[in-house]
């Protein structure tokens, strides 16, 4: 594996995608059963806290260090993990295994006293990966909407009485977990495309929602974008099934070198080419139905979930239970009915008075502009969407910002947060404001508000709101502890 401090590698191209890795995704990677005790690296993350949690469920000896005691610290422990919370060279010492995530420095003092040693350090998805063998995996890929197709798929074979494995990045409101090891074979993953660990799981089937140029911090271009999921693709089992959505471009394209490449190949969309058409989308509050033609079979899909986007998402999980692991379709049409959400995605937060709180983890243009054309058909004829955005990440704010301001511009009211930085430092010249700029250029006029101070912004947001209004807080970063925040202010109850 690359060690970034003795070696610099070659900036990624179409030709080598993951030539700025930090880890060989191509390499094999080990049983769980075979790691004896893993350490993790800011286990607290949504993703490591699944890997950690379907670890423990195994009898596997699990200890983790985070920089933060957030909440599901607790929760670990109380399943077996002994956490440490702040990083000390100490904690690894014992550990036969390393698991890290992206978020991890080389310079990390764990890291650093773990190489030091000499024991293997994988990176999540390898982690995910060693859970495994044996199974059926089945991996959601793409831009927008894996974390919601995931969770549906797996409530969807839930509903078929499949005991599916599956690891989430977020927290299914059904279950309150984010992960869970199964008694079936069928292992349901969301397969991260940030750092091109995606090609590590080996689907039986895969599904990609979208294919958009997005993490170019890592691969710099959309071409080498384009040739990471073409790389994606071809981890498929030989007799597996690819599941695309034939509305977006970028999937389209994938779709039709997966089949060149004599790939088996199901497209899903509003499309009339799509192999799984959906029509009629209609939406009731938080409640949405769409007719679903397959083959020669219709039927009505409802969902308790809004948007065209989330119908999309169904599709494809549909298409991935019936077409790709042979499950019923009435069964797998009433588990998708079933589900209720997953946690930050377009989850409520609260009412106070006249006033709805809504809380979405939207951070990518794709995202926001899907979130806003939901919670403005929410409010269509009735209040305003006021909408809390914070952009998530220097890069992406830089890159993006123009998209995001249109995406957001469909608001009636937008306020604008600072970047939150995750695991970059900042850039000269890129804020907030960047976006704030670009929703007034996307639509002249537009009441819109860049509040660089976090602790104004709640104030703010509550002076500005009226009664029959939407208020959306949007982002990846801490944003989510905003809503709670105006609901208190405005006097009102939490969800």
Wanted: proline share 5%; charged share 20%; net charge negative.
């Amino acid at each position: 594996m690359n060690d970034q401090r003795t070696h610099r590698p070659e900036a990624p191209s179409a030709h080598n995608p993951f030539a700025a890795a930090r880890f060989d995704f191509r390499a094999p990677v080990p049983r769980a059963e075979d790691l004896g005790r893993v350490h993790f690296l800011a286990i607290g993350g949504a993703g490591m806290s699944g890997v950690a949690r379907i670890m423990l469920a195994r009898g596997i000896e699990v200890t983790g260090t985070d920089a933060k005691d957030v909440p599901v610290l607790k929760a670990l422990v109380s399943e077996g993990a002994r956490v440490f919370v702040g990083f000390d060279r100490a904690h690894q010492e014992g550990a036969d295994a390393v698991v890290m995530s992206s978020s991890i420095r080389d310079d990390n003092v764990e890291l650093v006293a773990a190489r030091e040693r000499g024991v293997p350090v994988l990176h999540r998805a390898q982690g995910l990966a060693s859970l495994m063998y044996g199974q059926r995996p089945v991996a959601v890929a793409g831009a927008n909407g894996k974390t919601t197709t995931t969770s549906l798929l797996t409530v969807a074979l839930q509903g078929c009485g499949l005991d599916p494995s599956f690891a989430v990045g977020g927290e299914l409101a059904k279950h309150g977990t984010n992960a869970h090891s199964g008694t079936d074979e069928v292992f349901v993953v969301e397969a991260d495309e940030s750092d091109g660990s995606f090609v590590v799981y080996g689907p039986e089937v895969a599904v990609v929602t979208n294919v958009q140029p997005d993490h170019l911090d890592f691969y710099e271009t959309f071409e080498v974008v384009q040739a990471a999921y073409d790389a994606f693709v071809d981890t498929i089992r030989p007799g597996g099934l690819l599941v695309t959505c034939a509305d977006d471009p970028g999937a389209a394209a994938l779709a039709e070198r997966a089949a060149a490449r004599g790939i088996r190949v199901l497209t899903y969309g509003f499309s009339d080419d799509a192999d799984l058409r959906l029509r009629d989308h209609e939406q009731e509050g938080l409640t949405s139905a769409v007719t679903l033609v397959d083959g020669s079979s219709t039927a009505t899909m409802t969902l308790g979930v809004p948007g065209r986007h989330n119908a999309l998402n169904a599709a494809a999980a549909y298409a991935a239970a019936v077409h790709g692991l042979g499950q019923d379709p009435a069964r797998v049409l009433a588990g998708l009915a079933s589900f209720t959400g997953t946690r930050r995605r377009f989850e409520p937060k609260g009412v106070a008075g006249d006033v709805t709180v809504v809380d979405d983890y939207a951070h990518n243009a794709g995202k926001v502009a899907a979130v806003v054309e939901t919670g403005a058909r929410l409010v269509a004829g009735a209040g305003r969407l006021v909408v809390v955005f914070q952009p998530h990440l220097y890069s992406r704010t830089r890159d993006f910002a123009v998209e995001l301001g249109r995406g957001l511009a469909a608001a009636d009211v937008v306020v604008v947060m600072d970047v939150y930085a995750a695991r970059e430092d900042p850039l000269p010249g890129v804020t907030g404001r960047l976006v704030a700029d670009a929703v007034r250029a996307a639509r002249p006029g537009a009441e819109v508000h860049y509040v660089p101070s976090w602790s104004d912004v709640a104030g703010l947001v509550a002076r500005l709101t009226a009664p029959g209004d939407l208020v959306l807080t949007v982002g990846a970063g801490d944003v989510t502890m905003i809503g709670p925040e105006i609901l208190r202010l405005l006097g009102g109850t939490t969800a």
